[in-house]
């Protein structure tokens, strides 16, 4: 495995000297966030990022996220010449020695959370989602960080409405299209393509969400099965739902994991949540579990700490602090270490 760190950028406030200073860290995972989705990404910013990144004695070999129009998953008319835009981008970062894109299929929002802010009895904070409290919210009034925030008002609500009668069946069969339409870009480049999926992994005020599950999963690999398609196993995103079994799940599809995101939850309710430090007694995931499954069926992808707490009065980017991600890295580096030498 390869330890990553996420990196938003030159806005990010964390240096990446400080990332490099993280044990066993190979890179970074970053974006090209100045371009405006469904457009190419250009050469030249690419190569920039990436030398950033380099002087930093940090790889970029994993992008995190190359967005997906909307269009092409509502399966518009213009959704060809936006493919042919992916395509292209995969192509730019293939020539820069980027192997695995992130990306995901959740119509019009991204992750979802209720409080950004949650207070423990130690005085950390970290993200929280309570499905009632979330559910009776305007889905026109939400912003989150990290979202794509660059609709209008109009926009999203004719966004939404979009999508008011399409189905799952529908949307999977956009996803497919996509896929299609990239592999051969995704083939010359060999650049490997790791869906995320849906956080929380279940439907939002009517949206449809289709990446939830070992069923999905399978769904997928049989649709698509060159070797170019495979996951980001978030076990913050999959863990939410309750009848996946996540070990199960880490073994079954090692091999095709190309990037684990791996975050810990504890659980307040059927769906409600609170994320905590990684450890495996921080929460209700096991994590000494999905590391040892993922380890033991074969995987060799990359790594890195998702989310975590802000502590030691950091008031960094709400799942994003250096410490508590750096904290969560030297676990998992040891969690790797003593599995894999135990194989
Ligand atoms: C949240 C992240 C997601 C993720 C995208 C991938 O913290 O895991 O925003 O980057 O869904 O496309």
């Keep these: 495995m390869k330890m990553t760190f996420r990196w938003y950028g030159e806005q ?3 240096p990446l000297s400080y990332i490099k200073q993280i044990p ?3 890179g970074v995972v970053t974006a090209v966030y100045d371009t405006p989705v469904g457009e190419v990404w250009a050469p030249d910013k690419i190569e920039r990022l990436k030398d950033l990144c380099n002087s930093a004695g940090l790889e970029m070999e994993v992008i995190e996220s190359v ?8 399966g518009r008319p213009t959704r060809d010449k936006l493919i042919a835009n992916y395509a292209q981008t995969i192509r730019n970062l293939g020539a820069a020695g980027v192997k695995c894109v992130c990306y995901n299929f959740m119509p019009v929002f991204d992750w979802l959370r209720t409080d950004l802010k949650t207070v423990a009895a130690d005085g950390s904070t970290s993200l929280s989602y309570r499905h009632g409290e979330l559910a009776a919210r305007d889905p026109e009034n939400l912003h989150l960080p990290g979202w794509d925030e660059s609709y209008t008002a109009g926009e999203l609500s004719s966004l939404i409405k979009a999508y008011s009668s399409f189905t799952h069946a529908k949307l999977f ?3 497919v299209y996509f896929l299609n339409g990239i592999m ?4 010359s480049a060999d650049v490997y393509m790791a869906i995320h999926p849906d956080d929380p992994p279940w439907d939002m005020f009517g949206l449809p969400r289709i990446i939830t599950c070992a069923k999905s999963y399978d769904d997928l690999l049989r649709a698509v ?10 076990t913050g995103s999959l863990g939410a739902g309750r009848d996946n079994d996540l070990v199960e799940m880490a073994h079954k599809y090692a091999k095709r994991i190309y990037f684990a995101h791996i975050r810990q939850l504890k659980f307040s309710g059927e769906r409600d949540f609170t994320e905590a430090g990684h450890l495996t007694k921080a929460g209700d995931l096991d994590i000494y579990g999905i590391v040892k499954a993922l380890v033991k069926a074969g995987f060799n992808g990359y ?5 975590g707490r802000n502590i030691w009065g950091e008031d960094g980017k709400p799942g994003y602090g250096l410490y508590d991600r750096a904290l969560g890295a030297a676990y998992l580096n040891g969690l790797f270490e003593a599995v894999e030498k135990e194989k």
């Design 24 to 26: 066993n860290m190979s």
């Design 12 to 14: 990010d406030s964390i």
């Design 173 to 175: 069969e956009n996803l």
């Design 303 to 307: 790594v890195r700490p998702d989310h």
């Design 67 to 74: 967005p997906v129009h909307e269009d092409i998953k509502l």
């Design 225 to 234: 099965p060159n070797k170019h398609n495979g996951f980001t196993f978030c």
């Design 184 to 187: 051969p870009a995704c083939n």
